[in-house]
């Protein structure tokens, strides 16, 4: 009982902690996307070596990588914050925030694929793993086409 009244009281200062904190600016939204895709490609390409042949197979760094990719995918759901559309470069085109929901959706797909990939790493097994691989392409291809300018 002790335990779940700690757990109850941090949870209720972290809640007004964020509450009280001012909002990010624009430009730090920006970075912080920027920074969670850069986190995205570093663990994606050595990943699409792998199932391309043209790097060693390694089961265990490939699923740290899918790990890390995961990770940052859910990361990405306050990366698209309203008014980061300015304040800095950004490939983010306006139709983001135009047509959210359709955003939204393709960002979800994304995280489930990402997430698929991460679990599809753990069974170790290659052709799983690579079609997990393919459906991520897939939603990354579907988002960039309408909401990133290339």
Same mark, same amino acid.
């Given at each position: 009982?002790?335990?779940?009244?700690?757990?109850?009281?941090?949870?209720?200062?972290?809640?007004? +902690? $964020?509450?009280? %904190?001012?909002? /990010?600016?624009? =430009? *730090?939204?920006?970075?912080?996307?920027?920074? #969670?895709?850069?986190?995205?490609?570093?663990?994606?390409?050595?990943?699409?070596?792998?199932?391309?042949?043209?790097?060693?197979?390694?089961?265990?760094?490939?699923?740290?990588?899918?790990?890390?990719?995961?990770?940052?995918?859910?990361?990405?759901?306050?990366?698209?914050?309203?008014?980061?559309?300015?304040? +800095? $470069?950004?490939? %983010?085109?306006? /139709?983001?925030? =135009? *047509?959210?929901?359709?955003?939204?959706?393709? #960002?979800?797909?994304?995280?489930?694929?990402?997430?698929?990939?991460?679990?599809?790493?753990?069974?170790?097994?290659?052709?799983?793993?690579?079609?997990?691989?393919?459906?991520?392409?897939?939603?990354?291809?579907?988002?960039?086409?309408?909401?990133?300018?290339?």
């Amino acid at each position: 009982m002790r335990k779940l009244i700690c757990l109850v009281a941090l949870s209720l200062i972290a809640v007004s +902690a $964020v509450a009280q %904190a001012p909002a /990010a600016k624009p =430009e *730090q939204v920006i970075a912080y996307r920027q920074s #969670l895709f850069k986190t995205i490609v570093w663990n994606f390409m050595p990943m699409g070596a792998m199932v391309k042949g043209s790097k060693p197979w390694d089961a265990a760094e490939f699923k740290r990588r899918s790990i890390a990719v995961a990770f940052a995918a859910v990361q990405l759901d306050e990366a698209f914050a309203q008014g980061s559309d300015k304040g +800095a $470069v950004t490939d %983010a085109l306006p /139709a983001i925030w =135009e *047509q959210p929901d359709d955003f939204a959706a393709k #960002l979800k797909a994304f995280q489930r694929t990402s997430n698929a990939l991460r679990m599809a790493a753990t069974t170790g097994d290659q052709e799983q793993i690579k079609a997990a691989f393919g459906e991520v392409r897939q939603t990354c291809g579907q988002c960039h086409e309408s909401y990133r300018a290339e």
